[in-house]
């Protein structure tokens, strides 16, 4: 077994300005439907929400990378945050093994524990990845 970690901060104000100024298409690049969806809904929060979700992504990434060939622009969208039913934050594992395959060196993703926290100017996460 093989544990490696990953860990990200951004500052809420840059994911912000980045969804003021390019809208759709910034969150289209980076959020699932699904993570948009969520993050819309948190009101006045929101900015902090999808703050949070880009760390988690950069952390995960960060944790998984020596494991892939290449950084590719679909793997934000790989990297999908959902809520399981008591509110808790996880990646949607599943998704993200199949469709790393194409550029996975090694597929033994067991599983990835994340934890992500957020106050008004920060947001930070950090990732746990399982390989067998």
Partial sequence: MKVTTGIDIIEVNRIQKSIEELG???LNRIYTENEIEYCNKSGAIKYQHFAARFAVKEAVFKA????????????????EVINIES????????????NIRKT????????????????????VASAVAVFE
Wanted: hydrophobic share 40%; charged share 30%; net charge negative.
């Fill in 24 to 26: 759709n298409d910034f």
């Fill in 64 to 79: 998984i990378s020596q494991f892939i060939t290449g950084r590719e622009d679909a793997l934000w969208k790989d990297i």
């Fill in 87 to 98: 509110g808790k934050p996880v990646i949607n594992v599943e998704k993200l093994k199949e």
């Fill in 104 to 123: 996975a060196n090694v597929l033994q993703l067991k599983d990835i524990d994340i934890s992500i926290s957020h106050i008004k100017d920060y947001a």
